[in-house]
């Protein structure tokens, strides 16, 4: 019983410390992801959308970048961002992707630790708790460093699958805080290219009441799955890459152990890999979110996708790139370094 109330105990403070770390990378780096929508948005059946036939009948769907001649680089769409909306333009929406993170990253984490857990312990996956940890500290200095378990679990597939499991059972869970978020990104834009005399929603709260009366419960699912892929492959090019890279840097010693400069090293290398794997699928969720639903344009993902690669070629599924990748390298960076030290000043040990 005892034994129990420990384990409960350090569950809810792994789960606390995870959803604060989270929170602070999302606030920290949140203009970055508002610049990297609009890219993503600009230029969306631009070429279609030309027609007066077709504009008539998708208004919603003409944004101020898609319309003129040349489409905004990703500072160029940040200043034009701040020139229209002003500041509060750039944390549209901040709120619903704050909830977000309490049920996308709480989730990912603990699944990820708990897969792995269970893969260092041969324990069956009914009888292994979710919370288990696989890291202990060391003993002397207060260094966390990874248990000989945990550094020894599988290899590169093994991990991969984690990653890619963890992210599409976080991701699931949280299709409607980041559908409130992807639809009140959008807002703007469609104010500001006259499509909307004034924004829709009032709020988080607001849109939600919306999006529930017109679509029903299930309408906050909308896009669930290009979200549920995006983040499948953003976990599996960030929890895996963050682990092996961590891994390695401790391996050769070149950090002089599990600190700071360890994880910051890990968390750039996972944030470019998790840019590579999942900006067309983010591209993907970012417009069959932020469709109008009475008359949508696209009929599924591949459906989403392929008319945007007709319209705007191949390279339009690697929009918002940069500015994908300038946010989650400073997001993992964040993210890690301080869940990190939170974990290690609350004796959980290292991720």
């Not at 005892?2 to 929170?23: D, H, P, V």
């Not at 059946?45 to 905004?72: C, D, E, F, H």
């Not at 009032?202 to 699912?221: F, P, Q, T």
């Not at 690697?318 to 939170?342: H, I, N």
Request: glycine residues 12%; contains cysteine; hydrophobic residues 45%.
């Amino acid at each position: 019983m005892i034994k129990e109330g420990k384990s409960a105990r350090k569950a809810a403070l792994k789960l606390g410390l995870t959803c604060s770390a989270a929170m602070v990378a999302e606030a920290v780096t949140y203009p970055i992801d508002m610049v990297k929508t609009r890219l993503q948005l600009q230029g969306e059946l631009g070429r279609v959308l030309r027609s007066a036939s077709l504009a008539a009948t998708a208004p919603n769907m003409i944004g101020t970048a898609a319309t003129s001649a040349k489409p905004y680089g990703a500072v160029g769409m940040a200043m034009e961002l701040l020139r229209r909306e002003g500041l509060r333009g750039l944390y549209a929406g901040l709120s619903p992707a704050l909830i977000r993170h309490v049920f996308y990253t709480g989730t990912r984490i603990t699944v990820y630790e708990w897969l792995r857990g269970t893969v260092a312990t041969g324990t069956p996956v009914g009888s292994a708790s979710p919370f288990t940890s696989v890291s202990s500290s060391a003993a002397g200095g207060g260094a966390c460093k990874s248990s000989g378990a945990s550094a020894s679990v599988g290899g590169l597939g093994s991990k991969l699958l984690m990653g890619l499991t963890a992210g599409a059972v976080g991701q699931a869970v949280a299709v409607p805080a980041d559908l409130i978020k992807v639809r009140l990104q959008a807002e703007g834009r469609l104010v500001v290219a006259g499509k909307l005399t004034a924004p829709r929603y009032k709020g988080m709260a607001d849109c939600l009441r919306h999006v529930v009366k017109s679509d029903g419960w299930v309408g906050l699912w909308r896009g669930g799955g290009p979200a549920v892929q995006r983040a499948a492959l953003v976990n599996l090019g960030e929890l895996a890459t963050y682990d092996l890279a961590k891994q390695a840097i401790l391996a050769m010693g070149v950090t002089g152990g599990d600190n700071l400069v360890a994880h910051t090293a890990s968390s750039v290398c996972s944030g470019f890999f998790a840019s590579v794997v999942s900006v067309p699928a983010d591209l993907v969720k970012t417009r069959m979110m932020s469709q109008d639903p009475v008359s949508p344009h696209y009929r599924s993902s591949l459906d989403c996708l392929v008319k945007s690669v007709r319209a705007e070629g191949v390279m339009a599924l690697y929009k918002g790139f940069f500015p994908t990748w300038a946010r989650l390298g400073p997001w993992q960076l964040v993210f890690w370094t301080s869940y990190e030290q939170m974990r290690r000043a609350c004796d959980l040990g290292g991720f």
